[in-house]
């Protein structure tokens, strides 16, 4: 198996996961425009890496954002998903009070779910020919 530069390595593994995560408002009420979308960029990218993660890729909408995160296996993507969709709704609420008007009574700005989808590597069937081809001993 050959290492390619995208390949990370921690104390005692070599890995390179990503997940797709996708995040919607509140009611997915249309609240972002471009400055808003830049700065939850920003506070994203800060909470990836205090985990370790990398946030590759990032864009929105009015209602919604995509994330693509490099994450080591140490991290709980349900933990990942609830520091950045804590940490961005409380600094975007209180950075951008026109944020606020629409959710004065929620106190929130996304929904309480969230997508999450593993990404990248080999398409699953070439992944599960692989394993079943292994030399299994008798």
């Given amino acids: 198996m050959g290492i390619d530069e995208n390949v990370r390595k921690g104390r005692h593994c070599i890995f390179r996961m990503h997940v797709h995560l996708v995040f919607v408002t509140k009611y997915r ?3 972002f425009n471009n400055r808003h979308l830049t700065r939850c ?8 890496e205090d985990f370790e993660a990398e ?3 990032f864009n929105g909408e009015a209602n919604h954002v995509h994330l693509l995160v490099n994450f ?3 991290v709980a ?3 990942l998903v609830n520091s950045l969709k804590g940490v961005s709704s409380r600094r975007l609420r209180r950075e951008f009070p026109d944020l606020v008007r629409h959710y004065w009574r929620a106190q ?3 929904s309480g779910s969230y997508f999450a989808g593993s990404v990248g590597g080999a398409p699953l069937s070439i992944v599960k020919q692989y394993i079943e081809q292994q030399n299994r001993p008798h």
């Fill in 77 to 79: 993507v349900s933990k």
């Fill in 41 to 48: 960029e920003e506070i994203m990218r800060a909470v990836c």
């Fill in 108 to 110: 929130r700005l996304w």
């Fill in 29 to 31: 009420h249309p609240v």
């Fill in 55 to 57: 946030l590759v890729e």
């Fill in 72 to 74: 080591p296996p140490k």
